[in-house]
């Protein structure tokens, strides 16, 4: 059964509410900092030259839709 995403939340609340292991609470920090991150400072240039091609190519209206990127990219996926 898939629990929607406020009730997701508010479990997670309460699960964190009640740890006491400073180590799970670590872990937890670092997912939390890492989602704060930005992470274009971390891609290579050929990464960032791809993903600028891309917006461009959005930008000027290149773009496929659903079906027909899941023909091209279906093995992929």
Do not use: C, F
Not at 39 to 46: D, G, N, T
Not at 49 to 66: R, T, Y
């Amino acid at each position: 059964m898939e629990m929607n995403l406020h009730t997701t939340k508010l479990e997670l609340i309460q699960w964190l509410s009640t740890i006491d292991n400073p180590s799970i609470l670590k872990k937890v920090l670092a997912i939390r900092n890492n989602e704060k991150e930005d992470h274009w400072e971390r891609l290579s240039a050929l990464e960032k030259e791809s993903i600028n091609k891309g917006i461009e190519d959005a930008d000027a209206g290149k773009l496929n839709d659903h079906d027909q990127a899941r023909k091209i990219y279906g093995k992929w996926l």
